[in-house]
């Protein structure tokens, strides 16, 4: 079983910035391919960037150049920097693990995030 615990949400003005981060205990993080989703109101959640244990990324069309997700195998931690914000980026964003010895996604408890004026 895989726990994951977020931080780092909150409110924001457009333009500015905020980091997610997000911690997994239990299994071998190494083992985890790890994502973050958003979920606006009344809307699917979906993905907003993912990075494998070597590294390797892949990001929403929508988040291209503005956010960037990092890891740290060490710390048992994935990060999301969030650069440049609107509006539309608020939402409920959820950190997510896959993991690829029990093939099963995890998830965290979410964090908002509010981008306003």
């Known amino acids: 079983q895989v726990q994951l615990v977020e931080s780092g949400g909150g409110l924001v003005q457009p333009g500015g910035s905020l980091r997610l981060s997000c911690t997994a205990s239990g299994g071998d993080f190494s083992l985890n391919v790890m994502g973050w989703y958003l979920q606006a109101p009344g809307k699917q959640r979906e993905l907003v960037a993912s990075i494998t244990s070597g590294d390797s990324t892949h990001y929403a069309d929508s988040v291209k150049g503005r956010f960037t997700i990092s890891r740290d195998n060490a710390k048992n931690t994935v990060y999301l920097q969030m650069n440049s914000l609107k509006p539309e980026d608020t939402a409920v964003y959820y950190c997510?693990?896959?993991?690829?010895?029990?093939?099963?996604?995890?998830w965290g408890q979410g964090t908002q995030v509010t981008v306003s004026s």
């Open positions: 997510s693990a896959y993991n690829l010895l029990r093939r099963m996604y995890y």
